[in-house]
T-cell receptor, first 113, second 112 residues
């Protein structure tokens, strides 16, 4: 596709369940970012990939959060034992190289009940 | 550390009014500066950028000038339209890091 694709667009889950969020970046983009946007707040950096390595994981809020990327393609963000405070929109962005402008997906809205 | 502070909203303006959304930054190294916009129901998209001091980014009638002396990148538009209603995010990236740093966003509503 032409843009960054995220799935699912919406996810409702019960507290304590695991969820997996998917991001398909623009083809050829080497850099991939995950952000979290809580209601009424700004973007919170989670993790950055260059290729399939993650040189910056500093934003992951706890060890319940993990992410991986296959080559310079799909990335998955996994949240284990979800908590209500995990409810947010999770945004994925990719760029041609690090520091060039980001292209965002439409996000996954996660609601933990 | 690196950070971006932008004017809190929400901002409500009448059509054809002048818009300024303030943004200041703190950064190590020599950052690139960006404004992103999020229209209702859509993802964030790049509005404009500037990569060095005194550069002016412009797009769709919006402008922002990279001011190193005041560490600012204020967004301006001379005459806003209803279609400009959106949330605007100021952001920076540094040549020493691998992150983009975003402000908290400013919601703009333009009324006819």
């Amino acid at each position: 596709g032409a843009g960054v694709s995220q799935s699912p667009s919406n996810k409702v889950t019960e507290k304590g369940k695991d969820v997996e969020l998917r991001c398909d970046p623009i083809s050829g983009h080497t850099a991939l970012y995950w952000y979290r946007q809580r209601l009424g707040q700004g973007l919170e950096f989670l993790i950055y990939f260059q290729g399939n390595s993650a040189p910056d994981k500093s934003g992951l809020p706890s060890d319940r959060f993990s992410a991986e990327r296959t080559g310079e393609s799909v990335s998955t963000l996994t949240i284990q034992r979800t908590q209500q405070e995990d409810s947010a929109v999770y945004l994925c962005a990719s760029s041609l190289v690090a520091e060039s402008p980001l292209h965002f997906g439409n996000g996954t809205r996660l609601t933990v009940t | 550390g690196n950070s971006v502070t932008q004017m809190e909203g929400p901002v409500t303006l009448s059509e054809e009014a002048f818009l300024t959304i303030n943004c200041t930054y703190t950064a190590t190294g020599y950052p690139s500066l960006f404004w992103y916009v999020q229209y209702p129901g859509e993802g964030l998209q790049l509005l404009l950028k500037a990569t060095k001091a005194d550069d002016k980014g412009s797009n769709k009638g919006f402008e922002a000038t990279y001011r190193k002396e005041t560490t600012s990148f204020h967004l301006e538009k001379g005459s806003v339209q209803v279609s400009d209603s959106a949330v605007y995010f100021c952001a920076l990236s540094t040549n020493t890091g691998n992150q983009f740093y975003f402000g908290t966003g400013t919601s703009l509503t333009v009324i006819p």
